[in-house]
């Protein structure tokens, strides 16, 4: 059977990748102004291209459009983590359940080699390997998201996502690593999704999830609002 290759993505999607994972990764600054001329020549965009992106970004909670004065990346708020994260657990307490339930042998072999991939990541951040944070932020995603990944929901994959990124650029900014009880927390994740215990497997990411915000609040790198 004839495969045929997608079109490699435009311009446009490149620099829109690219800007989005530079705010999610934090390497454009929560607050910074988005100068499009420098825009332009940093992401390879046109002006006007730009604009439709940096739009895109604003509808998606991203960035925010100050009027007649530009575009900035949006700022962060020790109040704003917390919302998101009760928005989190929301979300993917209720697909856990889910993917519990209707998860398969094939789904098991996605959860224990996403754990594994973590774990080992995990292990040499406890070693004081630091150097790989944005690798072992990916890990920790394609963990969680293979939990879910049974869940049957199209919509709440693309909702979560959306969520997780907006959560995931407040521990990037922060460089929340919280140890051994974070690795700890993983591993129940993985033995309560293999027994198939959603009471226990919920519990524990409430508490992966909450202590990781208060252990961000306690740095005292968020304003208040």
Not at 141 to 146: D, G, M, Q, V
Request: aromatic share 6%; with cysteine.
């Amino acid at each position: 059977m004839l495969s045929i290759t997608p079109p490699p993505p435009s311009i446009g999607e490149t620099a829109y990748r690219r800007i989005r994972a530079d705010i999610i990764f934090g390497r454009l600054a929560p607050g910074q102004k988005l100068r499009l001329e420098l825009l332009r020549e940093a992401y390879g965009a046109s002006v006007s291209t730009l604009r439709e992106l940096l739009n895109r970004l604003a509808s998606e909670g991203l960035i925010e459009a100050e009027g007649q004065k530009g575009f900035a990346v949006m700022p962060v708020s020790a109040t704003n983590l917390r919302e998101i994260a009760a928005m989190r657990l929301l979300l993917e307490g209720h697909a856990l359940a889910q993917s519990f339930a209707a998860g398969d042998m094939e789904w098991e072999g996605r959860v224990v080699a996403a754990h594994h991939k973590l774990a080992l990541m995990e292990r040499r951040m406890l070693a004081g390997d630091r150097t790989e944070t944005e690798l072992w932020k990916r890990y920790d995603w394609e963990f969680h998201h293979a939990l879910i990944s049974a869940c049957g929901s199209q919509v709440l994959h693309e909702t979560h996502a959306a969520i997780y990124d907006k959560y995931l650029r407040y521990q990037m900014v922060a460089v929340v690593f919280r140890g051994e009880i974070a690795a700890e927390e993983h591993k129940l994740l993985l033995d309560y999704a293999m027994a198939r215990d959603t009471e226990r497997a919920t519990a524990i990411l409430a508490t992966h999830v909450n202590a990781c915000v208060d252990h961000t609040a306690a740095m005292g790198g968020l304003p208040a609002d």
